[in-house]
């Protein structure tokens, strides 16, 4: 009797469907496969950690393994980090896999995490395959067409290369692949799911614990923290958000930017834990290349391209995830003032969109991506507060923060990232609220205190309101002072 079997890690390619490094571990091993996951201390010990983040991360995990629990096989939660978890699970099995699988991740910390797990596996003689995973195009894949061992640094030529090898007969067997991912979700959902594997913890491990034990002790524990409702998670859930989307898709171009209508996605939440990814977005939205963004699904699409630019601008330089991109703005003269800061991520800084958008953010984990803008530019150029500081309060409280976006469209908001926002292009908070939410629906849906006022209230500094802050700071003074230091800081 064939007695091997293989064991794939779970980190961030929470799913089954479309899961290329699971699939190859199934195949290897004719469905002998069970999952592992480590809670890794130094990801729960990092200064931006989100308890609620979290929260929908354990929730996913809970449903994958209902999911693998199903169709035969089993996911077991270790509470140590990999190397140590890993050592003790070889030590305890009969015998050791034939095969150790997992989804590539491009960020530097897990860069260096899988670098030493492949030496540890590869001293226990152990084989392993890292699958692509949640890109579609890999950062190594992707160089300058005349010079391929440089990399873009401008988001349309990017785009344009992107798009360019996109094209190409294996780039779009990739996204064919995804058809076997996504007719299995059809199936889950209409319950008609055939169990696929044939091998459980409780038959390697029978005297192990209880495989749920450590996620269970986690939920209960961290949900005691948990101040907002949270979204149903799991792959079957994106897939039905994924559904959704298709009858708002030909509008996303009008409503993308508008934040009292549900006109974006609302697919981020499921990336970054890789219950859904770009390929398979691609491939159910049947997207195909442009030569300009004439559509809507023109500009849904280019935004997944923008999500994919920023992983390759982390990959290749990691040292944005702690430094400006451009080095002339890494010593900019910010002001820092912690009292401004703190009315920012209360909601209290006196302008309406800024503070609608915290307090969304403070109620359910999520901001408009519009208004994500809108914050980041005001903190960084009207109140003159570094850029990182506002990055760490987004990760430490969006559902869905992910370092490479969240840094790059940081950076981006204070002009010191890869393709920013030019420096002296300042949003003005009253006309982007006058723009974008002209009859002050968002506004009111999150700050009460103003629903009597009259929408050309709202786009003007509220004043003599008891119920509400004036204005912390003069929008053109602040504008004419974020020029000079900005100024000052590239001549210097």
């Not at 067409?145 to 988001?155: A, L």
């Not at 008609?192 to 029978?206: G, Q, S, Y």
């Not at 570094?386 to 370092?403: A, H, Q, S, V």
Request: charged share 30%.
């Amino acid at each position: 009797m064939d007695q091997s079997f293989g064991i794939h890690w779970f980190r961030r390619d929470l799913r089954v469907a479309g899961n290329r490094g699971l699939s190859k571990n199934w195949k290897r091993n004719k469905g002998r496969v069970v999952g592992l996951f480590c809670f890794d201390k130094k990801f729960l010990g990092r200064e931006d950690f989100s308890v609620h983040r979290f929260q929908f991360f354990m929730e996913t995990l809970k449903e994958l393994q209902s999911e693998l629990r199903e169709m035969g096989s089993d996911l077991f939660f270790i509470d140590v980090g990999p190397e140590v978890g890993f050592d003790k699970i070889l030590k305890d099995l009969p015998n050791p896999p034939s095969l150790i699988t997992w989804g590539q991740d491009y960020e530097p910390y897990a860069r260096a995490r899988d670098k030493k797990m492949q030496d540890f596996f590869k001293s226990k003689n152990i084989e392993t395959f890292v699958a692509r995973d949640h890109l579609l195009i890999e950062p190594h894949e992707l160089g300058k067409k005349d010079r391929p061992d440089e990399t873009y640094q401008v988001y349309s030529p990017f785009a344009r290369r992107w798009l360019d090898l996109f094209q190409d007969d294996s780039i779009q067997k990739r996204v064919q692949q995804e058809r076997a991912g996504i007719e299995y979700l059809k199936s889950r959902l209409n319950k008609k799911c055939e169990i696929r594997f044939n091998l459980t913890w409780a038959d390697l491990l029978p005297d192990f614990p209880d495989p749920t034990k450590v996620l269970q002790s986690y939920l209960i524990e961290n949900r005691k923290r948990v101040k907002i409702n949270l979204p149903k998670a799991g792959s079957l859930q994106a897939f039905q958000e994924l559904q959704s989307f298709t009858k708002r898709l030909d509008h996303y171009q009008s409503k993308r930017d508008i934040p009292s209508v549900k006109g974006t996605s609302g697919f981020s939440i499921f990336l970054k834990n890789g219950s859904l990814t770009i390929p398979q977005i691609i491939y159910y939205l049947k997207l195909q290349a442009y030569k300009k963004k004439s559509s809507s699904q023109d500009s849904f699409f280019s935004e997944l391209i923008w999500r994919e630019f920023y992983y390759h601008i982390l990959y290749h330089h990691p040292h944005v995830e702690t430094q400006s991109f451009l080095s002339q703005y890494e010593n900019l003269r910010w002001e820092n003032n912690n009292t401004w800061f703190e009315a920012w991520k209360s909601g209290q800084t006196g302008f309406p969109i800024v503070d609608a958008g915290m307090r969304q953010l403070q109620e359910t984990g999520w901001m408009h991506n519009r208004v994500r803008m809108i914050v980041a530019s005001f903190l960084t150029k009207d109140l003159l507060i570094d850029w990182r500081w506002g990055e760490k309060y987004f990760m430490e409280t969006l559902l869905d923060g992910d370092l490479a976006p969240n840094n790059g469209g940081w950076q981006w908001a204070a002009s010191t990232g890869c393709d920013p926002q030019p420096y002296f292009r300042i949003f003005n908070p009253w006309s982007q609220s006058s723009k974008f939410d002209p009859k002050g629906e968002y506004i009111k849906s999150y700050l009460p205190e103003l629903a009597d006022l009259s929408p050309k209230e709202l786009h003007a500094p509220v004043l003599g309101n008891k119920n509400y802050p004036e204005p912390i700071v003069d929008h053109k003074e602040q504008r004419l002072k974020a020029l000079e230091i900005y100024k000052a800081t590239r001549k210097s």
